[in-house]
């Protein structure tokens, strides 16, 4: 079985203050890693993947997350949040095992970013 | 290039109804995942369509339904509406080689009065 475990259900922060949102996963089998944002009204938009190679793995508006596969995680950071930053965040996991495709998502975690 | 569109972004249906919504992938992917998004619930997976094939589908009653046409383009027909149905439904594309990122659209809300 394959799940995905977001702990964080919201997240405040101040501006300018660093941020780690949690994801944790299980699985039997090798899988890739996902972070997604949803702003507001909006569908959701990868901010960064890790399919192999480094653990550590830069995204889009300065973002990263760590690959630990002994503590089977996926932990999203960024040193210094912004307004703007305010959204909900999901982790997914993919596993493709004899071409058969299964995808999970996480339940999100809202991240408030306080002024 | 274009993203992944889906049509109508709102729709508003009484209980038993049936609605029909609409996806169009990102050109060059064949693979379609529609997901359904009610509040406080997160993300479930509903369905996923890969070549005009239906792959997989997540623990949701059979009058959840769609199709992959020869484009790609997919449509989601969820009968006999329950109030419940109410949410927002997001389709997403992925090219196909595995384990890929998928590209999500707007999604359509879907209103159950």
């Known amino acids: 079985a394959q799940s995905v475990t977001q702990l964080d259900s919201q997240v405040p922060v101040f501006e300018e203050a660093p941020v780690e949102l949690r994801c944790n996963y299980s699985?039997?089998?090798?899988?890739?890693l996902f972070w997604y944002v949803q702003y507001p009204n909006q569908g959701l938009q990868l901010l960064l993947k890790?399919?192999?190679?480094?653990?550590l793995v830069k995204g889009i508006n300065g973002f990263e997350a760590e690959f630990n596969k002994s503590q089977t995680s996926f932990h999203l950071r960024k040193p210094s949040v912004h307004i703007s930053d305010t959204a909900e965040y999901f982790c997914a996991v993919t596993r493709t095992t004899g071409g058969y495709q299964k995808v999970t998502f996480g339940t999100g975690t809202k991240l408030q970013v306080i002024p | 290039e274009a993203g992944v569109t889906q049509s109508p972004t709102h729709l508003i249906k009484t209980r038993g109804q049936q609605a029909t919504l609409r996806c169009s992938p990102i050109s060059g992917h064949t693979s379609v995942y529609w997901y359904q998004q009610a509040l406080g619930l997160g993300l479930q997976f509903l369905l996923w369509y890969d070549e005009g094939e239906e792959r997989n589908r997540g623990n949701f009653p059979p009058r959840f339904s769609g199709r992959q046409f020869p484009n790609y383009s997919s449509e989601l027909n969820v009968n006999a509406l329950e109030l419940e149905d109410s949410a927002l439904y997001l389709c997403?594309?992925?090219?196909?080689?595995?384990?890929?990122?998928?590209?999500f659209g707007p999604g359509t809300r879907l209103t159950v009065t």
């Open positions: 890790y399919l192999s190679g480094s653990t």
């Open positions: 997403a594309s992925s090219p196909c080689e595995a384990g890929r990122e998928q590209y």
């Open positions: 699985s039997s089998v090798s899988v890739y």
